[in-house]
Each structure stands twice: as structure tokens, then as C-alpha cells.
């Protein structure tokens, strides 16, 4: 069961030592990766300006955020929060874009303030927006496409009865909500999923915003949001971003012609640049024989890896500590007192208790969607970067899950 896809180091840094120094269990990324997703997203768009606005949300650590801020490359935030966070990491407010979701007005007039770009998601917001600033802040507008696509319905967010985004179909009113307070729209933005593998829901997503570009003289850029597929096991197809990066930037580069200037093309790949990267270090607690089944528990479950039960998302996973064991099918779940799979039906080279196993594909969504379900901790997490480990978050502990709560005298 030794394979190439199943690494035991990083950089020279081998995954049991890590386990061994900051315990189980515990995320780990490879800031290597990281980059080298960041340039062949730079190579792919080679004859576009492209500015890449990663997703922060995807995992929002302030040193994984450093290492985006190191390759020139901006960030995309959901929440304020985001936003401060992305400060912290050192970026400028102006390489931070704001998508929010149908917040309170006052977040909007925080980020505002702050100096970053608002992309404005409603037509309530753009009312908002103007009457307080008029034209005297550029501003981004959320356009939904209309178009069906992700992984999956819960991560499918550009089609007809999505929440996210204006639809297309009210074009003469946003434009009409832009002219009555002169808001000065800078960029149109579509995101129409996330796992999305066919490089045409691109294209398709282009051409909604080339049509509505027309409509707006003011532009500097599109936005075409994030969604890229990874691979989550040995031949599972990715999204072809060569394809993707030449379809989408020769459609892009002949628009630009018609609009009469050169614009700039932004992206917000979250899963693109994360996903591979991060592996999270789970210690098996029980090898569990039942008449039917051969469950392996671990020291982690839902509340620090949420994708298998909330998505049927498969993250593979191996044995770390006997490698060449031989392979036995197991359900491996976690501690959580519900229905806890994280991988089912797998065939793991033999699992003892004590062994080391690793899920793949943890950097997105992993801890950044995590909880404390069960009051139970969340993870270190260990970045390594130039052939080093750092950790770059500290594992919770007891006080840290009790500290906002005030007992009161019953
Ligand atoms: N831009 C916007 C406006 C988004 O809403 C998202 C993700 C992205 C970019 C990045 O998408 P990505 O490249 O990561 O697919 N928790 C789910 C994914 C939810 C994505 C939400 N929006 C999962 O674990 O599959």
C-alpha cells in the first residue's frame, strides 16, 4: 500500500515526527503547494492580467494568508472578520475584495471604512450603498448567471433559486438603482459553484458577464469567481485549468476589444490553492470487529473534518504507521455521538491501535469549518515551509472552550 500518492514526508519532513511533536490530531499543510497551485494559475491566464482573490474561507490561518501575500496575489473575504484577518496577514485593503451575503449594513459601512471593495449582492444593498455614498465609492456588483453547476446542491450557488448575487434577468434595474445614485460600479462578479470540473460553466459564466460588461463604462475588472475541482484520489479528474486559463482568457482578451479597453480578470479559487495541501493526522483509538463491518475510531471526527457528512465528500485516507500492512476494508469514524463517518468501505493496510492514519485533500474547508461539537477541541495546525515545520496555531485546550461562558449563581 505504499504509493506515491500517499506521502509519509513533506518537504523532507515526515508526517510521523510532526504527529510525534504536536500530538494528534493535527492539520498539516504544504506551503510548497500552496505556491506552485498559485503559479500554474499564473501560468494558465499567462496572456490576461490576472489578479488571483483567494478564497479565504476556505482556511482563513493568518500564516497561510502570509504565504498568498508573498506571491502578490490578493484574497477574497466573505465576512468582515475575513477582512481583518486578511489585514493582520498584511495585505492592503485594496487587494482585498468583500463579498458578503445579505449582512447587516453597518459590516458593509465597516468594510467601507477600512478602504476595502464592496461587492454588492442585492438590489436592497445597492440602495443602501448609494443613498450613503453615492458615487464617491467604487463598488463591485454580484451578478447571479443563472447557470447550474458544483459538486453538489449545497455548494451550486449561481442558479435561479440561489440566494447569492442579482440575477441577470434584473439587469435594467441594478442599472437603474446605479444611475439614480451614480454609484461607480468598478468590476461584475459571478461564483457559480464549487468542484466544478468542465471548463464550459466558464465560459458560459463569461459570457454573462461580457453581455452585462457592456452596460457599465466604468469597469476595471470581471470576476469570475473560484470553483476550480481538485482531485480526491489517484485518477479522479481535476478541472483542466490550462484549458480554463486559455478558453476563458482568448473569450476575455476579444471582449476587451469590444469594450475598448483592457480590463483586468480575477479569479477567487479557494479548494485550487488549499485543498492538496493539507492532510490532517488522526490516531486510530479502536479497531472495532463487528459480526458484519471493521470500524476503525479515531481521535478526531465531524467537528474537525465536516466534508463526508455534510457533502458525502471522499477525502482519502492511509495508514501511515504500517504502510505495507496488508490491505483489510474498514469504516474509519470519528468520536461524535451521531453517525460519524469520515471515510466508508476502505481498504487500509491493516490498522492496529496506536497507528497513525492521514486524511488528504484537509487544506479547504477542513478547519476552517470546524467546531466544538461535543466540547470537544479543535486541532493544532503545522505549516511547513522551506523544509521546516512551524506551527502555525496551537491546539485548543480545556479554558479555551469554556472562556465566553459566564456562570451565573443558580
Ligand atoms: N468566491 C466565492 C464568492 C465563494 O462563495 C467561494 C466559495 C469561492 C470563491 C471559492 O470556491 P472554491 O474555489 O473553494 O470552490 N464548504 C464547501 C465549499 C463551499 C464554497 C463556498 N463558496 C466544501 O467544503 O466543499
Redesign the pocket.
Known amino acids: 500500500m505504499t504509493s506515491p500518492h500517499h506521502p509519509i514526508q513533506i518537504q523532507e519532513v515526515s508526517l510521523q515526527s510532526i504527529a510525534q511533536e504536536f500530538g494528534t490530531p493535527v492539520y498539516v499543510y504544504d506551503g510548497e503547494k500552496i505556491v506552485n497551485q498559485i503559479k500554474s494559475l499564473q501560468a494558465a491566464f499567462a496572456t490576461v492580467p490576472l489578479k488571483i ?1 483567494y ?1 479565504t ?2 482556511l482563513s490561518n493568518i500564516s497561510i494568508l502570509k504565504l498568498v501575500k508573498k506571491t502578490g496575489e490578493g484574497i ?1 473575504a ?1 465576512s468582515i472578520e475575513e477582512v481583518r484577518i486578511g489585514m493582520l496577514a498584511g495585505f492592503e485593503a485594496s487587494e482585498i475584495m468583500y ?1 458578503p ?1 445579505g449582512v447587516n449594513f453597518k459590516e458593509v459601512q465597516e468594510a467601507v471604512e477600512l478602504g476595502v471593495m464592496v ?1 454588492l449582492d442585492s438590489i436592497s444593498l445597492m440602495e443602501d450603498f448609494g443613498a450613503l455614498y453615492g458615487g464617491t465609492v467604487a463598488a463591485c456588483i ?1 451578478i447571479n448567471p443563472h447557470i447550474m453547476a ?3 446542491a ?2 451550486s ?1 449561481g442558479h435561479s433559486q440561489s440566494k ?1 448575487g442579482i440575477s441577470i434577468q434584473q439587469l435594467p434595474e441594478i442599472l437603474d438603482v446605479v444611475e439614480k445614485y451614480k454609484i461607480k460600479i468598478v468590476g461584475l ?1 459571478i ?1 457559480t ?4 470540473l468542465d471548463a464550459e460553466v466558464f465560459l458560459k459564466g463569461g459570457n454573462v458577464l461580457f453581455e452585462a460588461a457592456m452596460s457599465f463604462p466604468d469597469l476595471k475588472f470581471l470576476d469570475f ?5 481538485v482531485a480526491y484520489k489517484a485518477g479522479d479528474p481535476a478541472t483542466d485549468m490550462e484549458e480554463v486559463g486559455t478558453k476563458v482568457s482568448a473569450a476575455f482578451n476579444e471582449f476587451c476589444e469590444k469594450y475598448g479597453r483592457k480590463l483586468e480578470l480575477w479569479i ?8 492538496e495541501s493539507g492532510y490532517l493526522i488522526v490516531e486510530a483509538t479502536v479497531v472495532k470487529n463487528t459480526p458484519q463491518l471493521t470500524f476503525v475510531g479515531v481521535d478526531s471526527g465531524l467537528n474537525h473534518l ?2 463526508p457528512m ?2 458525502d ?1 471522499f477525502h482519502d485516507v492511509y495508514n501511515l504507521s504500517n504502510p505495507a500492512g496488508e490491505p483489510k476494508p474498514y469504516h474509519v469514524v470519528g468520536y461524535i455521538c451521531e453517525t460519524d463517518t469520515l471515510a466508508k468501505d476502505r481498504m487500509l493496510a491493516s490498522v492496529s491501535k496506536g497507528d497513525l492514519l492521514v486524511f488528504k485533500n484537509a487544506g ?2 477542513g478547519i ?2 470546524s467546531s466544538n461539537y461535543n466540547s470537544r477541541l479543535r486541532p493544532a495546525e503545522v505549516l511547513i515551509w522551506e523544509g521546516k515545520a512551524h506551527l502555525i496555531r496551537k491546539r485548543e485546550e480545556f479554558e479555551d472552550l469554556i472562556k465566553n461562558q459566564v456562570v451565573i449563581a443558580i
Open positions: 482573490k478564497a474561507k476556505a477574497d466573505v463579498t451575503s461587492n454580484r458544483g459538486g453538489n449545497k455548494i450557488v447569492f462578479h461564483h459553484g464549487s468542484d466544478i469567481g473560484g470553483g476550480f475541482k477567487e479559487p479557494g479548494k485550487f490553492l488549499v485543498s465536516i466534508r455534510m457533502y465528500a479547504a474547508y476552517s469549518m
